[in-house]
């Protein structure tokens, strides 16, 4: 189940948030508030998943694994932001050429 879990939460990190919030207690143990998630949820969803994983691994305290595994999710959520600006430009170029303005 957690593998499963996992591989889902690459695909759609927003909608394993949401089940994790409801089915479990590892946000509210790892934030101990909703400001972070809440935040998480919207702009960073693997990084939030990433260290509220890591937090229930080393039983509330980052190690070194935990560490690595937060930067993980944070180099997985700023490439999907980078793909997603790749995408706009090569698609507003796209448009530029087929309707080249005088």
């Not at 809440?38 to 260290?51: D, I, K, R, V």
Request: net charge positive; glycine share 8%; charged share 15%.
């Amino acid at each position: 189940m957690h593998c499963f879990l996992g591989c889902l939460a690459l695909a759609f990190p927003r909608l394993v948030l949401v089940l994790v919030w409801l089915f479990s207690d590892y946000l509210g143990d790892a934030y101990r508030g909703w400001l972070l998630p809440l935040l998480g949820f919207f702009f960073l969803p693997t990084t939030t998943l990433a260290y509220a994983w890591a937090w229930h691994l080393s039983h509330g305290e980052m190690s070194f694994l935990g560490v690595l595994i937060v930067i993980v999710g944070l180099m997985i959520d700023l490439g999907c932001f980078s793909q997603g600006e790749s995408s706009r430009r090569k698609v507003k170029a796209a448009r530029e050429s087929r309707n080249p303005t005088l």
